[in-house]
């Protein structure tokens, strides 16, 4: 399988927010590829990351990183291929100097920025297959699925259980 998107996150401690971005791929068949690329501790890897990702293949980055996250940012300064930022809940301020971290990139070279924490790489799972989505009919096909499934499951009153 192809693997059009690379997720990257600054520590094996972000993995356990990372795999939601992960897992929402498989279920939508998606070919992804992970990897630990941090911004202060392997700046070179970063670097020789950013610069081969587009030959490689990769069609979308995806990002996460906690407290001064600045993986998101020196990625998109490094590729042209979009790249999607998660914050990471940090431990000394829940997320917010994540979040502050990565959303506020100078013109010139975007981060699409998500929630903060699990909700936030799941969705970055859903936005990475919502750009593919845009030239792959099939995986458009499987992501209104997805979608509708979501949507299905949602009951019309709550429950007192
Ligand atoms: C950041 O520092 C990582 O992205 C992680 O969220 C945070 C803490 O890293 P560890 O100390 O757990 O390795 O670089």
Redesign the pocket.
Known sequence: MDKPVGII??????WSTMREAAQILDELGVGHEARIV?A??TPDRLWEYGRDAAARGLKVIIA??????H?PGMMASKTRLPVIGVP?Q?RALSGLD?LYSIVQMPRGYPVATMAIGAAGAANAGLMAAGILALSDPDLAERLERWRAALSASIPETPSDD
Do not use: N, P
């Open positions: 996150m600054g520590s094996q401690s972000d941090s202060h501790r996460g990183a906690g407290g001064a996250a993986l990471v940090s994540s």
